[in-house]
């Protein structure tokens, strides 16, 4: 059973050697990787099913002895992140093929990204997080610039720099625990760093922070957020925002809850500030953006937002806020992104399930993070506190509400929109449509969601104890 | 020892940190590569022990640290490679653009973007003028 830790990279991982030499153009091998990719998907939900019913699976790699060898580990807080990565980079796959692969090598880049994101969600080594974390990262810049359009070579180039200062932050992060700690493995890192004073742990917890929120764009280091995400292509979009922008998220909480909680609780204050600042910039800038992408971009940095102020309040309530809202924005970003670009029948509601889900109107998925970021809020103490949080959160929401349908008018009602009459595939719009049923199908039915976001929390809070 | 190392660290980062901030693109890469050494030179330092090498049979004695060695190969590894790729990036954007300054390249672009769009606004009939004029209000009004 232990297989099923490894099967998930293993499979993309596999499958990319192979068709990195051959044609992606060619449906045959597009279809091929798509396959790939959903097999690869099984394996993490057979392992995310598993890991519910009877806790973490731990494989030691290469036969080594525990403590010696490369730990892969896969829990629920992991699994749960791999799942829905996968799942945003499969739809948006799958979109690319039936639109038309345009470069020999995007199915195998986009393999090598989801070998990256499941390895890095499901190992319970630092160091080894790090290694997985530049093989997605990499295939990532190469995609930002998939259609050689010249702004998206530059975007391309810009998102390498910016996020390579980021890794080697990581890096420097990394080096430092492992001199405080002498180790590399997650559990023991977790377990030694008690010992050590706080005053020597905070510098290194401030460079793992500012390298995370680079990755997902927090407010002050959201400066090559928009560059990239405008006029990048639709697939190449959702799978940046969907799926690479989680390890941004997941190194949050798996460095800052489960690894340091002890620099994550000292520095709460600041985190708080970060993301109330990030909701409200975000928000801000969307609003007065034109261009559909523009305004996403921007919804983004405010989305990251209301992650933070969930990790800042921590706690139970904190912690599974920040899970469920995590899933949450993948699923809308990927649906929105995908369903923008759509002409025809139906593409228009898609777009709507997926404005509805981010400004958090029932029955979307988004109202059910929503929910959750006001019962973190109420958690949050003092009454000042929870008022402010709760007046914040419902403005966030009132605001993505009006950038949402100022997006949607723009794109579905504007003149030129009825004018263009000519439809998209039938296929991609049947896969937005599917999309934007499943997210209200979470939406109506969000209780395996609320487990995973309870038991990553109860996870997390484990090591405190 | 610690100090003098701490001080490379810092030269070679502070430089990495200055050429990225330059225009042009070379300097960012170099820059980049730099940075990326200087993390690795932290690596190095984090593990810095006196003693024999880690190899069996053992020595009495201390025995020097192998772990930081191996990660710093893999991290010079991945350091290489992207810089392969950045350099890569570069050459695409010199020969569509024909410069490597960052701020010719966005000029250029902008310059392309707005002959495009007086191209398509020339490209309209004249029926559809009407059309036009109103959307041009419409375009101004929620500015």
Do not use: C
Not at chain 1, 43 to 56: D, H, K, N
Not at chain 1, 104 to 111: E, G, I
Not at chain 1, 267 to 277: E, F, K, M, T
Not at chain 2, 107 to 129: F, G, Q, V, W
Request: without cysteine; glycine residues 10%.
């Amino acid at each position: 059973m232990t297989t099923l830790v490894i099967l998930p990279a293993g499979i993309a991982w596999l499958l990319a050697a192979v068709i990195a030499p051959l044609d992606g153009r060619r449906p045959l091998w597009g279809w091929l990787a798509a396959t790939g990719l959903g097999a690869s998907l099984l394996a993490v939900v057979l392992l995310l099913v598993r890991v519910l019913r009877e806790g973490p699976v731990e494989v030691v790699a290469g036969g080594w002895p525990e403590g010696v060898g490369i730990t892969l580990r896969a829990d629920v807080l992991g699994a749960s992140f791999a799942a829905v990565s996968l799942a945003v980079v499969l739809v948006a796959f799958v979109h690319e093929v039936l639109l038309g692969v345009r470069s020999r090598t995007f199915p195998a880049l986009v393999l090598f990204l989801a070998a990256g994101l499941s390895g890095l969600f499901l190992t319970g080594d630092i160091f080894n997080f790090y290694v997985f974390f530049e093989i997605s990262m990499t295939a990532s810049y190469i995609l930002t610039g998939y259609r050689e359009e010249n702004s998206q070579v530059r975007a391309a180039f810009i998102f390498a720099v910016v996020n390579l200062v980021g890794s080697v932050m990581f890096l420097s992060g990394i080096a430092g625990l492992y001199h405080l700690t002498g180790s590399l493995d997650m559990e023991v890192v977790a377990g030694r760093i008690g010992q050590v004073e706080l005053s020597s742990i905070i510098p290194i917890a401030t460079v793992i922070f500012v390298a995370f929120s680079l990755k997902i764009g927090l407010f002050p280091f959201h400066f090559w957020l928009p560059a990239v995400y405008v006029g990048s292509h639709a697939p190449v979009a959702a799978i940046l925002s969907g799926a690479v922008a989680n390890i941004g998220s997941y190194g949050l909480l798996r460095f800052g809850a489960d690894v340091l909680p002890d620099a994550l609780s000292f520095g709460a204050p600041v985190v708080l500030v970060l993301g109330v600042v990030s909701i409200v910039y975000g928000a801000m800038q969307a609003v007065s953006r034109h261009d559909t992408s523009e305004v996403m971009a921007y919804s983004t940095i405010g989305q990251v937002g209301y992650i933070l102020v969930a990790l800042a309040v921590g706690g139970p309530v904190g912690y599974a806020a920040a899970v469920v809202y995590s899933i949450v924005n993948s699923l809308n970003k990927a649906l929105v992104f995908l369903a923008a670009q759509l002409r025809g029948p139906l593409a228009g509601a898609a777009f709507a399930v997926g404005a509805f889900s981010i400004a958090g109107v029932p029955p979307a998925v988004g109202f059910v993070g929503k929910i959750a970021l006001f019962k973190t809020s109420i958690e949050a103490g003092g009454l000042l506190e929870t008022t402010a949080l709760v007046v914040l959160i419902f403005a966030g929401s009132a605001l993505s509400f009006v950038y949402a349908f100022q997006v949607y008018q723009r794109a579905f009602l504007a003149r030129e929109y009825r004018n263009n009459k000519r439809p998209s595939p039938r296929a991609t719009r049947v896969l937005a449509i599917s999309l934007a049923a499943f997210v209200l199908a979470v939406g109506l039915w969000p209780e395996p969601l609320l487990v995973l976001g309870t038991e990553s929390a109860a996870l997390l809070l484990e090591g405190l104890r | 020892m610690i100090l003098a190392i701490s001080v490379v660290i810092a030269v070679v980062f502070a430089s990495g940190a200055f050429l990225v901030l330059q225009r042009d693109l070379l300097r960012v890469v170099v820059g980049i590569v730099l940075i990326s050494n200087s993390a690795i030179l932290f690596i190095i330092a984090a593990g810095l022990s006196r003693g024999s090498a880690p190899i069996y049979p053992i020595d009495e004695g201390a025995v020097s640290d192998p772990l930081v060695q191996a990660m710093a190969l893999t991290a010079l590894v991945i350091g290489s490679s992207v810089a392969a790729l950045l350099l890569a990036v570069v050459y695409r954007l010199y020969v569509s653009h024909g410069s490597i300054d960052i701020e010719e390249i966005f000029r250029m672009e902008m310059r392309e973007a707005e002959e495009l769009e007086s191209m398509n606004k020339t490209e309209l009939d004249p029926e559809e003028e009407e059309v036009a004029d109103e959307r041009k209000l419409e375009k101004e009004e929620p500015r």
